[in-house]
């Protein structure tokens, strides 16, 4: 059998592909092959489990949901409305506890562990807003309880998910403590920096992926199965079909914003943001100093491509806007977090964004929690996943700056209509 396409991946899996929603279909068959197959089910324990997106994704590859740790009540209530009989976490006991008051008794036969911990003292707005803390702030340490739970358990493997910023973070000091930590207890690291676009989710976003194993010594990542590096150069899953066919509220469809800058919205060509009326754009009256906002400030997206990564938190003009001049709804970003449309997300609107967007999406989990399973539990899905090599360079970074261009010669075109039109 050859290398599969996620065409082929689908068929082959029973599942439709490229509709409105297709990775929930994707997510149900290959969860349906796992139980109908009597595939045996891997024990593990989600830590930092936040809204479970990581934890979706795994469940459905057939790592069975043990137990899930999570601090915020908030996200904690989440995680209890999708758990016990009848729902997506079936065998999950959710905790509601600090990480540092978790003591794991009881779970000795767990095979693997999931979770990332808290990223923002690493992260590019971390960066921005106060400078990287990294092993500085208490968040930062928070890996040692991720070590001292593995450490207790002795689990297989474990996967660590954080923001790409995490490697160079205080000049790499802060990776070195990490990747140390790990393998003075018998853990080889594996890793690299993916897009989720390119494993089926329409939004770009670039992710620190750590696999640890204690008796491998080899682990080699999936190829991306959309865009320029997949196997035939799959277009990206993309926005504009991804939320397509909701019925919204009024309310939810109600066009515009308010406030000092929400007349600027409209204006906006789709996939760019404030930038638009600055004068490095063109723009012949700027509002706007070159690089002055956040990236995803008035940021609206484009139906055609994935959207950039959905911030947990954000400001009243915090992106990405739809390309009606509106928000989207909470229905909308699940999809475009490839959330299955059916799972309980708890809270106000506000709560459940930022659930959304602190998340792994769980199609990108999907498609990880396969090469794991293959790799490491001997699984045979009914198919063949490509693998890239260690020393192989993917394009992600080569493609964002080709779409910069795109995007600003877009934003010039929009301006002399503009200018004319004047």
């Known amino acids: 059998?050859?290398?599969?396409?996620?065409?082929?991946?689908?068929?082959?899996?029973?599942?439709?592909?490229?509709?409105?929603?297709?990775?929930?279909?994707?997510?149900?068959?290959?969860?349906?092959?796992?139980?109908?197959?009597?595939?045996?089910?891997?024990?593990?324990?989600?830590?930092?489990?936040?809204?479970?997106?990581?934890?979706?994704?795994?469940?459905?590859?057939?790592?069975?949901?043990?137990?899930?740790?999570?601090?915020?009540?908030?996200?904690?209530?989440?995680?209890?409305?999708?758990?016990?009989?009848?729902?997506?976490?079936?065998?999950?006991?959710?905790?509601?506890?600090?990480?540092?008051?978790?003591?794991?008794?009881?779970?000795?036969?767990?095979?693997?562990?999931?979770?990332?911990?808290?990223?923002?003292?690493?992260?590019?707005?971390?960066?921005?807003?106060?400078?990287?803390?990294?092993?500085?702030?208490?968040?930062?340490?928070?890996?040692?309880?991720?070590?001292?739970?593995?450490?207790?358990?002795?689990?297989?493997?474990?996967?660590?998910?954080?923001?790409?910023?995490?490697?160079?973070?205080q000049h790499g000091i802060a990776w070195n403590v990490i990747r140390r930590a790990f393998s003075e207890i018998g853990y080889n690291l594996f890793?690299?920096?993916?897009?989720?676009?390119?494993?089926?989710?329409?939004?770009?976003?670039?992710?620190?992926?750590?696999?640890?194993?204690?008796?491998?010594?080899?682990f080699k990542f999936p190829r991306p199965l959309f865009g320029p590096d997949s196997v035939d150069k799959e277009p990206f899953y993309n926005a504009g079909c991804a939320v397509s066919g909701f019925e919204l509220s009024d309310e939810e469809k109600k066009e515009g914003l308010t406030g000092m800058y929400g007349y600027l919205l409209d204006g906006i060509p789709p996939g760019l943001n404030y930038s638009f009326y600055t004068e490095k754009m063109g723009y012949p009256e700027p509002v706007f100093e070159w690089r002055s906002r956040f990236s995803d400030f008035l940021y609206k997206a484009d139906p055609e491509q994935p959207v950039r990564t959905i911030k947990a938190q954000g400001g009243k003009y915090t992106g990405p806007f739809h390309w009606n001049n509106r928000n989207f709804s909470v229905s909308e970003f699940k999809r475009l977090q490839t959330f299955p449309d059916d799972y309980e997300i708890c809270g106000s609107r506000n709560v459940a964004v930022h659930q959304i967007g602190n998340s792994v999406p769980p199609q990108f989990a999907r498609i990880i929690a396969i090469a794991i399973r293959m790799q490491v539990f001997d699984c045979g899905f009914p198919f063949i996943m490509d693998l890239l090599d260690e020393d192989e360079e993917l394009s992600f970074k080569k493609n964002k700056r080709e779409m910069t261009e795109i995007y600003r010669e877009k934003a010039r075109d929009a301006i002399e209509k503009l200018k004319f039109k004047k």
């Not at 324990?45 to 999570?70: R, Y």
């Not at 707005?125 to 990287?132: E, F, P």
Request: a neutral charge.
């Open 191 to 218: 890793y690299r920096v993916l897009d989720a676009a390119d494993y089926g989710v329409p939004q770009h976003r670039e992710r620190l992926i750590v696999v640890g194993l204690r008796n491998l010594c080899e």
């Open 1 to 169: 059998m050859g290398k599969s396409s996620i065409r082929e991946i689908c068929k082959i899996v029973g599942c439709g592909f490229g509709f409105p929603g297709w990775p929930d279909k994707f997510g149900e068959a290959l969860s349906c092959f796992v139980d109908e197959n009597n595939v045996s089910k891997i024990k593990t324990l989600s830590l930092f489990s936040g809204g479970g997106g990581l934890d979706i994704g795994f469940h459905d590859a057939g790592f069975e949901i043990i137990e899930s740790v999570e601090l915020e009540s908030k996200f904690y209530k989440t995680l209890v409305a999708n758990s016990g009989q009848g729902k997506k976490f079936a065998s999950s006991n959710p905790k509601n506890l600090d990480i540092r008051d978790y003591s794991a008794d009881g779970l000795e036969d767990i095979e693997f562990i999931i979770g990332g911990p808290p990223c923002q003292t690493f992260s590019a707005a971390g960066r921005r807003t106060g400078g990287v803390k990294g092993l500085d702030d208490s968040r930062g340490m928070l890996f040692k309880e991720y070590v001292r739970i593995i450490k207790k358990l002795n689990p297989v493997g474990f996967l660590f998910e954080n923001v790409y910023g995490l490697v160079g973070a």
